[in-house]
């Protein structure tokens, strides 16, 4: 069974160690399982059978934009059959519609974008005007939920999906990490895609299973929040999931096809 791992994050070898570190900081010093380097997590892939990964980071400042984009794409350039990147934006970006212009011509798939560390509410105007400039063009990969904070709320979600049409959104984390249940009463029916990253590592497989299938198993992608947790655990415990084949395939595999184009 082929898969593909839509939440998968990498650094710079130069800064790796102080990237895991603040990660690991922002979360109450969970323990990262990984190095966050490119070379790791193609090693991890390899392990745990993922065939092709999403591959992204995140700009906490606008200046940071160029810099990571170009680093991620000259990553999947080395390793196009392995990586599909995923560009950042930051709400500050100026021009934003001439930033999504770029990564559509420079080949990105998608947009990463974490609210709670980029230090925005998903319905904010300069928010809204940065997913404005995205919509229609590029699927949106959403950091969601976070018990200590509202930026990425299910709410807040959506009265942004009311004010920008056309946006193909994924809610990280089945709709909301540490909030999942409360998330999902809210999103579901809503037009978004979800993905399994940082969720079923917490959630019993009934609960897990019922919130999967409550977003629909054709709208269910498969992460690993790569360096967060290790590649193989994560599909080990999504294979241990009373799941039918089919939908597992749904969610390994194609799904990802229909979000993102056949091509990929």
């Known amino acids: 069974m082929k898969i593909f791992d839509i939440h998968a994050h990498i650094y710079p070898d130069a800064i790796a160690d102080r990237a895991v570190y603040a990660i690991s900081h922002a979360y109450d010093d969970i323990e990262v399982r990984n190095d966050g380097r ?109 018990y200590r904070c509202d930026n990425s709320a299910p709410e807040r979600i ?35 895609w979800v993905d399994t990253s940082s969720a079923i590592y917490a959630l019993d497989a009934p609960t897990s299973v019922n919130i999967i299938r409550g977003y629909g198993t054709d709208r269910v992608l498969f992460g690993t929040d790569y360096p967060m947790w290790t590649p193989r ?7 241990r999931l009373p799941l039918s084949d089919d939908e597992k395939e749904r969610i390994l595999w194609r799904n990802h096809l229909a979000l993102l184009g056949d091509n990929i």
Not at 69 to 74: A, E, R, S
Not at 79 to 86: K, V
Not at 125 to 140: N, Q, Y
Not at 233 to 239: G, I, P
């Open 38 to 146: 490119l070379t790791t997590l193609l090693k991890r892939m390899d392990e745990a059978g993922v065939t092709r990964c999403a591959a992204h980071s995140v700009a906490t400042t606008p200046h940071q934009v160029d810099s990571i984009n170009h680093f991620v794409l000259d990553a999947a350039h080395a390793h196009p059959e392995r990586l599909a990147p995923f560009g950042t934006l930051h709400p500050d970006t100026p021009w934003p519609d001439r930033a999504v212009d770029q990564m559509v011509t420079d080949g990105f798939r998608g947009v990463k974008l974490h609210p709670e560390f980029q230090g925005f509410k998903v319905d904010e105007p300069r928010a809204l005007d940065m997913f404005s400039a995205i919509a229609g063009r590029l699927p949106v990969l959403l950091h969601c939920g976070d």
């Open 158 to 192: 959506k009265r942004m999906l009311r004010e920008v049409k056309g946006l193909k959104l994924i809610c990280a984390h089945l709709g909301g990490w540490t909030t999942w249940e409360a998330a999902a009463a809210e999103l579901i029916g809503q037009d978004v």
């Open 233 to 239: 655990e994560e599909v080990e415990r999504f294979l």
